[in-house]
């Protein structure tokens, strides 16, 4: 599904990831953990394509094509996802169009009919009960004035409807009380089969313990320096970071 | 146009206008003040920022023939298929001239709806004559206007939908017109009125109007203006407005069109607890210009302001917001608020934006801001992250930025014409649909 070789990134002159490598195969869940500043949310951002990131070396395959290459709204209709750590807020855009467009235009790549409002909102209701997202939330602005659970219920809430094969989390647990975090878990989870990828970029563990991970990788300072299974992600809530850097370190 | 040519045709104009020798007096004082000065120039502060040689230069005949029976059936067409609806109390005008056939003035109880030239001075309320300092081009209306509308509402009346006034420009270049409104409320009554302004076919022309609004103790009148020129007009209009004890004015007006754009507002609050809000939006690109200059004055304690006005600015185009509130001696507890906003679409757009404070009494609450931005870059990721293609979010992000204007319509069809209006002509092309 996702390949990343030597991926080598700066922001302003600034190398961010240094080296990367990453393997990820339909049907499993990753999660990338770190430290601060080790680069996660850079990843994040690389994959759906923003573009202020400098790729200066390596290649990223998604489904063997060139990812690197593609335009963001094209990896979006191709089926690439990220929640966003910190959702935009766009006053005058309301969910339901926003919802539907993107909606529409990953089905348009597909060759599949636009939706129309009925057959949306037949769609869009089952899943707004699982995120306990209310129907009033529809005609808002996209994201204006929510809470931070909101905005991270509400780009599940996106990822539910448009069904990626790659998802890529970026912080998505941060802020979140335990009630929002066992919603957002639910919802996650409700997403996971044979033929789609996941991504978690997290800083904590507790995430992982309603989302459980098939691999967990340790990012430090660019590089992926320890990898896993759930086990590693315990391992580190219990002893921090600082073991693992050293280890990296001395190798 | 020089002088002597715009005195031959007053002269010529002011024979063919059967009125009274007082009228006539009016209107050749009114003609003399404007020929004095001249059309107004950039030296001149209130005209700073807007240029209107085009206008005055170009050779315009301001007593334009009536519209042939051909081009009235042709409007008459065109309504028909824009969807207006021909149960509406509205007054047509075809290049300033009305246009009876097209017209319904039947109105709701308490409520008069008549063309000016059809009635008698008497009829016409006092402030109808009131001269325009300070105004150059209202002063010139003043002496060439030929016909415009009355509204007049009773003690208490109310419009139960809409009153409707259309100005058709034909088609027919080089023609000037004049119109006249004058909007009397008695007290209490509440008026709900919707201007149309549109081109037949493109073609160059200038429409200079006076809207004159006169509103009595707990009178409301709600005014949304919809102009929709073709990009060669030119359009100058001044809306006065003098709103007594606990009366409320409501405008919202939409300058989608013209080459050459400049409203001016000049809102006398005179009673306690009157009130005024002026929404506005504009949109400017491929050399239009788009010039919106108010006046508010606060003259009575507990008076209430609000001016909101946004400018979508696009290639070569020019903006300008220059509002001024004044607040007199001894009007104390007044709230007045502007805020000029104004969103950037290209290297070459252009926005003059001057707010203005005059204030000669110390209960007050004044604030204004001026923002100039661009389209959001994390916005614009987030769409496209979202598979909205890159032209299809900067529209959408165009259109949000229009829509706050849009949400204080409170009439949902007026709404969705103007919204459907507003995404047709975005800069960017295609429509980018709505979001409400």
């Known amino acids: ?251 | 146009m020089n002088t002597e040519a715009l005195s031959r045709q007053f002269a010529a104009e002011l024979d063919r206008l059967p009125r009274s020798a007082e009228a006539a007096a009016r209107r050749a004082a009114a003609f003399e003040a404007f020929s004095a000065a001249g059309f107004p120039t950039r030296r001149d502060e209130q005209w700073r920022y807007t240029d209107l040689k085009p206008i005055s230069t170009a050779e315009l005949d301001f007593a334009p023939p009536p519209p042939s029976t051909e081009l009235v059936s042709r409007v008459a067409e065109s309504l028909d298929q824009a969807g207006f609806d021909e149960a509406t109390s509205r007054l047509v005008f075809i290049d300033g001239c009305y246009c009876d056939t097209l017209s319904r003035t039947t109105a709701a109880a308490g409520i008069s709806l008549a063309s000016l030239a059809s009635c008698s001075e008497a009829d016409l309320p006092v402030h109808a004559h009131a001269p325009f300092d300070g105004h150059p081009l209202a002063t010139l209306n003043a002496a060439f206007a030929r016909d415009g509308a009355l509204i007049a509402a009773e003690d208490g009346a109310r419009t139960t939908a809409p009153i409707e006034l259309v100005f058709v420009a034909g088609g027919r270049s080089g023609l000037a017109a004049h119109p006249r409104i004058v909007i009397d409320l008695g007290q209490g009554a509440e008026v709900t009125l919707i201007q149309h302004l549109l081109d037949l076919e493109p073609g160059r022309g200038w429409f200079n109007a006076v809207t004159e609004i006169v509103q009595a103790p707990g009178s409301h009148l709600t005014l949304y203006r919809l102009q929709d020129h073709g990009t060669r007009q030119f359009h100058t209009a001044l809306m006065r407005a003098e709103l007594a004890e606990d009366a409320k004015l409501n405008c919202g007006y939409f300058d989608l069109g013209g080459r050459l754009v400049r409203n001016d507002f000049d809102v006398r609050l005179a009673g306690p607890g009157a009130e005024a809000d002026l929404n506005g939006l504009f949109l400017a690109s491929s050399g239009q210009h788009t010039d919106n200059h108010i006046r508010m004055d606060h003259i009575a304690p507990r008076t209430r302001s609000a001016e909101s006005f946004r400018g979508i600015i696009g290639d070569r185009g020019h903006g300008v917001f220059n509002g001024k509130v004044v607040v007199h001696r001894d009007a104390q507890h007044i709230d007045a608020r502007q805020s000029s906003d104004n969103l950037l679409l290209a290297d070459n757009a252009e926005i003059d934006t001057k707010p203005e404070l005059e204030i000669y009494a110390d209960d007050v609450k004044c604030s204004h801001g001026a923002t100039i931005g661009e389209l959001d870059d994390d916005q614009l990721f987030y769409l496209r992250a979202r598979g909205l293609a890159d032209e299809e979010a900067r529209n959408l992000l165009t259109f949000a930025f229009a829509n706050t204007v849009l949400e204080r319509v409170a009439l949902p069809e007026l709404r969705e014409l103007v919204a459907a209006r507003v995404a047709a002509r975005l800069p960017n092309g295609a429509t980018a649909g709505g979001t409400r």
């Open chain 1, 1 to 251: 599904m996702l390949t990343i070789e030597n991926l080598h990134v700066s922001v302003e002159e600034r190398e961010i990831l240094k080296g990367l490598d990453l393997s990820v195969n339909a049907g499993e869940v990753h999660a990338i953990m770190g430290p601060n500043g080790s680069g996660k949310s850079t990843l994040a951002q690389v994959l759906a394509g923003k573009d202020n990131y400098n790729v200066t070396q390596g290649r990223v395959l998604y489904r063997g094509e060139d990812l690197l290459e593609m335009e963001p709204e094209e990896r979006a209709r191709r089926g690439v996802f990220l929640a966003f750590q910190y959702p935009t807020e766009i006053p005058g855009v309301n969910n339901a169009y926003l919802l539907k467009a993107a909606l529409n235009a990953r089905r348009e790549a597909d060759g599949e009919q636009p939706v129309d409002a009925f057959e949306f909102m037949r769609l869009i209701r089952s899943r707004m009960e699982l995120m306990n997202i209310s129907k009033e939330f529809l005609n808002r602005s996209v994201n204006e004035g929510f809470s931070g659970g909101e905005k991270k219920r509400n780009e599940i809430l996106q990822m539910l409807v448009l069904e990626p094969s790659l998802a890529i989390l970026d912080e998505t647990d941060s802020g979140l009380d335990v009630d929002a975090l066992k919603i957002v878990a639910a919802g996650v989870n409700s997403l996971r089969s044979a033929d789609r990828a996941m991504v978690l970029v997290t800083h904590y563990e507790r995430l992982l313990e309603l989302i459980v991970p098939d691999h967990v990788h340790v990012l430090s300072d660019g590089r992926i320096v320890k990898s896993g299974d759930h086990e590693l992600a315990r391992e580190l809530d219990a002893r921090g970071y600082d073991w693992v850097q050293q280890e990296a370190a001395s190798a």
